[in-house]
């Protein structure tokens, strides 16, 4: 059974508060003090991860994070089913965030808990969350592609560049890839397109294992196996392509994969969220990055503590997704995000929550106004 991910070298995975924020949170006070908890609990097809925070006047206040590789889809490909040591393994994780949720004083109406790809396509996917909801009383919800992309893109707003055109935003899950194109409107940017591709780190991983030689043509078959999950999507943006191409857009990539790129790039002896997460690197960084993790072979790279040995056999799966994107969709800059669908979660519930206060603020004024009152 995999420990918590809870070494100070981890990101945000650590099972301890941590400063992060994002903007459009709100709440009481400039520190989040008196504001209810939140939380959000992604289980993906490799890491069930849990976010607990505060709105705060400028963005949320973590209180708890918890990240546990579990591997939740190993061998889907192959059977169609979840692996019952799989599915132990998630449950255990799970358990804890349950814990946690419960010694926190977690409201269960403001926590969100939801499961993507590998609960998706796996035959016994459904009945492995009813295991879920009767043993630890967490309710999951499968989400489709379609909410799972946007919820990423919320979740990254805030690092896209204020003076972009376009923005491709590059969510490299376990089990399954979601790309969304957006374009400037106004002051807004608006998504335009989107597509998910059924190929993640952990399934491209299962269908091409690492030879003894790890040879470039073995990277390279998961360039080319990406590349046409990408083209099945269809996605014809003349204009967005323009855009990306001419320096006018930028890629945006949340996955550890993506991270763990950016860690090798900066040659960090441990990872530092407060350094990767908003770093802005080239195609050619992103390749150097690749190239390096190809040279030090599963030993080498397991031992890189911006990897480690549980994505030792998985981030190169990563970079050979955002390779074959950037063959496709050629643009020069791309912006690390670490953060994502939890992110996008907690801010889709703060934001709920303040709307009816702002009818309610609303309703007062126009009464003191004179004005007809608006039904609430």
Request: glycine content about 10%; charged content about 30%.
């Given at each position: 059974m995999p420990e918590i991910d809870?070494?100070?070298?981890?990101?945000?995975?650590r099972s301890q508060p941590d400063r992060r924020r994002s903007q459009d949170a709100g709440g009481p006070g400039a520190n989040g003090q008196g504001a209810p908890l939140y939380g959000a609990l992604d289980l993906g097809t490799n890491n069930c991860r849990l976010?607990?925070?505060?709105?705060?006047?400028?963005?949320?206040?973590?209180?708890?994070?918890?990240?546990?590789?579990?591997?939740?889809?190993?061998?889907?490909?192959h059977t169609g089913?979840?692996?019952?040591?799989a599915m132990d393994r998630a449950y255990d994780a799970l358990a804890l965030c349950?814990?946690?949720?419960?010694k926190r004083g977690l409201e269960s109406r403001r926590l969100s808990a939801v499961a993507t790809q590998a609960c998706?396509?796996?035959?016994?996917?459904?009945?492995?969350?009813?295991?879920?909801?009767?043993?630890?009383?967490?309710?999951?919800?499968i989400i489709d592609p379609i909410e799972e992309a946007r919820l990423s893109v919320e979740g990254c707003l805030n690092l896209f560049d204020p003076n972009a055109e376009a923005v491709l935003v590059i969510d490299v899950g376990g089990g399954s890839t979601e790309l969304s194109w957006l374009r400037r409107e106004?002051?807004?940017?608006?998504?335009?397109?989107?597509?998910?591709?059924?190929?993640?780190?952990?399934?491209?991983?299962?269908?091409?294992?690492?030879?003894?030689?790890?040879?470039?043509?073995?990277?390279?078959?998961?360039?080319?196996?990406?590349?046409?999950?990408?083209?099945?999507?269809?996605i014809e943006e003349p204009e967005l392509r323009r855009l990306l191409v001419s320096g006018k857009g930028h890629l945006v990539g949340t996955s550890g994969a993506i991270t763990s790129l950016a860690g090798i790039h900066l040659g960090l002896k441990r990872y530092q969220r407060d350094l990767v997460d908003g770093l802005w690197m080239t195609r050619a960084d992103c390749e150097a990055a690749a190239e390096?993790?190809?040279?030090?072979?599963?030993?080498?790279?397991?031992?890189?503590?911006?990897?480690?040995?549980?994505?030792?056999?998985?981030?190169?799966?990563?970079?050979?997704?955002l390779e074959a994107v950037q063959r496709a969709w050629p643009c020069d800059r791309v912006r690390v995000a670490d953060r994502g669908l939890r992110e996008g979660l907690l801010l889709q519930q703060m934001r709920a929550d303040r709307e009816p206060q702002r009818r309610r603020r609303r309703h007062r004024v126009q009464g003191k106004a004179g004005a007809a009152a608006p039904e609430i």
């Open positions: 809870d070494a100070p070298s981890r990101r945000d995975d976010l607990i925070a505060r709105p705060a006047r400028d963005g949320f206040r973590v209180v708890d994070s918890f990240s546990r590789i579990v591997r939740l889809g190993e061998g889907l490909t089913r979840l692996d019952d040591r349950a814990e946690r949720v419960v998706r396509q796996a035959e016994n996917g459904e009945a492995f969350i009813e295991r879920v909801r009767l043993g630890t009383g967490l309710r999951l919800r106004g002051q807004q940017m608006v998504t335009v397109a989107w597509m998910s591709a059924p190929l993640g780190v952990v399934t491209l991983a299962d269908r091409h294992p690492e030879p003894a030689d790890s040879g470039e043509a073995w990277y390279e078959a998961m360039v080319a196996d990406m590349g046409q999950a990408i083209a099945h999507g269809g390096r993790l190809k040279a030090l072979r599963p030993a080498g790279r397991a031992a890189e503590s911006c990897i480690g040995p549980d994505r030792a056999d998985l981030v190169l799966a990563g970079a050979a997704i």
